[in-house]
T-cell receptor, first 110, second 111 residues
Framework: NAGVTQTPKFQVLKTGQSMTLQCAQDMNHEYMSWYRQDPGMGLRLIHYSVGAGITDQGEVPNGYNVSRSTTEDFPLRLLSAAPSQTSVYFC?????????FGPGTRLTVT | LAKTTQPISMDSYEGQEVNITCSHNNIATNDYITWYQQFPSQGPRFIIQGYKTKVTNEVASLFIPADRKSSTLSLPRVSLSDTAVYYCLVVRYTGGFKTIFGAGTRLFVKA
C-alpha cells in the first residue's frame, strides 16, 4: 500500500498563477485534510473532508479551494498564488484518532 | 479544542530518558491526548495516544494525571535518530475533526 501520496514534491509559481496540489490515499479512510507548515512553525489546518462530497474550512482557508468527489482523492486548489502562500503543504488521512501524513509539497511563490 | 503548551526546545544525550511535558488546561471530557513526531522534510508521524493514567507502546510512554490538565511523553534511552520535533495535540472525535498543532518541542539528542 502506498498510503498517502502527494504530487508534485516541489513547485515554483509566480504571483497570480493558479495550480492544484494532488493528494491520493489507498487506505479507504473517510477523513482527509490539508495543512500548511511555515518555517519553524506547527501545522495549520486549511480544509478538511469527512467523506466524498463533504468538505469544510479549517483554520486558514482563504485563498484555497477543495473538493472531494471520491474517497481516494482530495485536491487542493490555489486560486491566485501569493508570496504568503509559500509553505510546505501536507495532506493527511485519519483513522479514528490517528492521522497519516503524506510526504508534503514544497511550494514557493515568487 | 484545548490549546496546548510545551517547551520550545530540549537537549539530551544518547541513552538518556527524555520527558516532554505538555499543558492542556482546558481539555474537555471527551478529548484525547495525542503525540506526533516530525523529522525535517517529512510529515508528522503518530507516536502515542491516551485518555488517562499511563499508556505504553514500543516507542514511548504517555503519563496523564487524574485531572488531565497535563501529560508527559517519555522516550526511554534516546538515540541520535530521535532528534525531531514532538507535537502534543488534544483531539476530539465528533464525526469531523479540527486538530490544532502548536509549535512543538524541538528535541536535540547529542552523542
Amino acid at each position: 500500500n502506498a498510503g498517502v501520496t502527494q504530487t508534485p514534491k516541489f513547485q515554483v509559481l509566480k504571483t497570480g498563477q493558479s495550480m492544484t496540489l494532488q493528494c491520493a490515499q489507498d487506505m479507504n479512510h473517510e477523513y482527509m485534510s490539508w495543512y500548511r507548515q511555515d518555517p519553524g512553525m506547527g501545522l495549520r489546518l486549511i480544509h478538511y473532508s469527512v467523506g466524498a462530497g463533504i468538505t469544510d474550512q479549517g483554520e486558514v482557508p482563504n485563498g484555497y479551494n477543495v473538493s472531494r468527489s471520491t474517497t481516494e482523492d482530495f485536491p487542493l486548489r490555489l486560486l491566485s498564488a501569493a508570496p504568503s502562500q509559500t509553505s510546505v503543504y501536507f495532506c493527511a488521512t485519519q483513522d479514528t484518532y490517528e492521522q497519516y501524513f503524506g510526504p508534503g509539497t514544497r511550494l514557493t511563490v515568487t | 479544542l484545548a490549546k496546548t503548551t510545551q517547551p520550545i526546545s530540549m537537549d539530551s544525550y544518547e541513552g538518556q530518558e527524555v520527558n516532554i511535558t505538555c499543558s492542556h488546561n482546558n481539555i474537555a471530557t471527551n478529548d484525547y491526548i495525542t503525540w506526533y513526531q516530525q523529522f525535517p522534510s517529512q510529515g508528522p508521524r503518530f507516536i502515542i495516544q491516551g485518555y488517562k493514567t499511563k499508556v505504553t507502546n514500543e516507542v514511548a510512554s504517555l503519563f496523564i494525571p487524574a485531572d488531565r490538565k497535563s501529560s508527559t511523553l517519555s522516550l526511554p534511552r534516546v538515540s541520535l535518530s530521535d532528534t525531531a520535533v514532538y507535537y502534543c495535540l488534544v483531539v476530539r472525535y465528533t464525526g469531523g475533526f479540527k486538530t490544532i498543532f502548536g509549535a512543538g518541542t524541538r528535541l536535540f539528542v547529542k552523542a
